[in-house]
């Protein structure tokens, strides 16, 4: 084998984003270090930059991991509401957020895993997964070696929301999310944009259909700006020609260093998280809320939630196994899962909010003054424009 402690394993963790590094941290801290755990990604998870919008709620992030200096790039107290004639509400909360850097943070969790006896290996592509009688055969390839199998008892599959690892397996069926909870999204990270360190910018209206636009501050001269569309959107020109068009008639001093773009995950699965010993986390499990399509601390959680329940599981066996399976989703829908689903419920009639509703609500509020935006203002006057829009803006603040 290449270098690795066993061919034999308790837990293979596949994916070392926030879901699987979080997952086998747990896992390693949960068993004191007595169950052989290996976690896998093709790279390291702090080599390469991480651009996604990075921002998350202090609260949220510290009940699931202490907030550090060394990966917070600052603290944010607020959210601009822009409508499509750029009428700008302020909704305020002081230092309610952070934007991080994610290679930096996702180090930070690989830091607890190796502490806690994880065996990390950053260097491996999964390449598929095969069931046994015992339990499941994994097939990797090390730094583009020959392709070698190791075994495990239970894998965890963290790899993002494609599902391309437990595909055309058969005792899994039902399990899979599917690409039908994917949305296009594209960003770019650009210098010369007017922007407050301390806000995120959301932009609303027929513009991002079914979707909505964004400003996410990183350094204080560097941004991410960005959309993501409903998945149902026809699109009519290519995403990467309109997130520039957008950039250039907005912010013409606008200097664009890099776009990227891809799927993401954009809704709350109500499908088991696990079968024949294998447990789905994050992304996989499609674990994020369906509209800020946020997904950093709700990862974090369902790694834990799925952690917890791994250790139960390997500590059992026969029947006891199955019915810690099926109980992993209920953990989920009563930490989370259940909010996520109130809010996709509510998903169909944000889409259907009109301009003029966002323009009239975005108007009323910017009259008033920070300190009178409190959350009874808010709701009385955004009620008063569009009813359902107040329930937008509470799953960006919760």
């Known amino acids: 084998m290449a270098n690795f402690a066993s061919n034999q394993y308790d837990v293979v963790v596949c994916g070392a984003g926030p879901a699987g590094l979080m997952a086998a941290c747990t896992l390693g801290r949960l068993t004191s270090g007595a169950r052989r755990v290996l976690l896998l990604d093709k790279k390291e998870p702090w080599k390469e930059p991480i651009f996604c919008a990075e921002a998350v709620s202090k609260g949220r992030l510290e009940k699931l991991w202490p907030a550090d200096p060394s990966f917070v790039r600052g603290t944010l107290s607020g959210i601009y509401f822009t409508s499509p004639k750029r009428y700008r509400a302020e909704f305020y909360s002081k230092d309610c957020g952070l934007i991080l850097n994610r290679s930096l943070f996702h180090k930070s969790i690989a830091d607890g895993c190796k502490a806690a006896g994880v065996e990390c290996r950053f260097d491996t592509v999964i390449k598929g997964l095969e069931k046994t009688a015992d339990g499941w055969n994994v097939s990797v390839a090390v730094a583009g070696g020959a392709v070698e199998t190791l075994s495990a008892a239970a894998v ?130 499609s674990c994020v809320n369906p509209i800020s399509r946020s997904g950093i601390v709700e990862s974090l959680l369902c790694g834990k939630i799925v952690a917890e329940s791994v250790k139960e599981w390997l500590e059992e066996s026969g029947e006891k196994r199955s019915a810690i399976e099926a109980d992993v989703l209920d953990r989920w829908m009563a930490a989370l899962g259940k909010k996520h689903l109130q809010v996709a419920n509510a998903k169909i009639g944000f889409n259907k909010i009109s301009d003029a509703q966002f323009d009239r609500a975005a108007k009323n509020l910017s009259k008033l003054p920070r300190e009178k935006q409190t959350l009874l203002r808010i709701f009385l006057t955004v009620l008063w424009s569009c009813p359902s829009l107040i329930w937008k803006m509470r799953s960006f603040l919760h």
């Open 156 to 285: 965890i599959d963290a790899t993002g929301p494609s599902c391309r690892l437990t595909r055309n397996i058969e005792c899994l069926k039902g399990i899979e999310s599917g690409d039908t909870d994917l949305e296009p999204a594209i960003f770019a990270v650009a210098e010369g944009i007017e922007h407050s360190k301390e806000h995120i910018e959301l932009f609303f209206g027929s513009e991002f259909e079914a979707g909505y636009g964004w400003i996410f501050p990183r350094d204080g001269v560097e941004v991410n700006i960005g959309f993501v569309l409903g998945k149902d959107v026809e699109h009519k020109e290519p995403l990467r020609k309109k997130l520039l068009d957008f950039i250039a008639r907005d912010y013409p001093q606008a200097k664009v260093k890099a776009v990227y773009g891809g799927m993401i995950a954009c809704g709350q699965s109500t499908k088991p998280m696990a079968k024949c010993g294998l447990f789905k986390a994050g992304d996989a499990a």
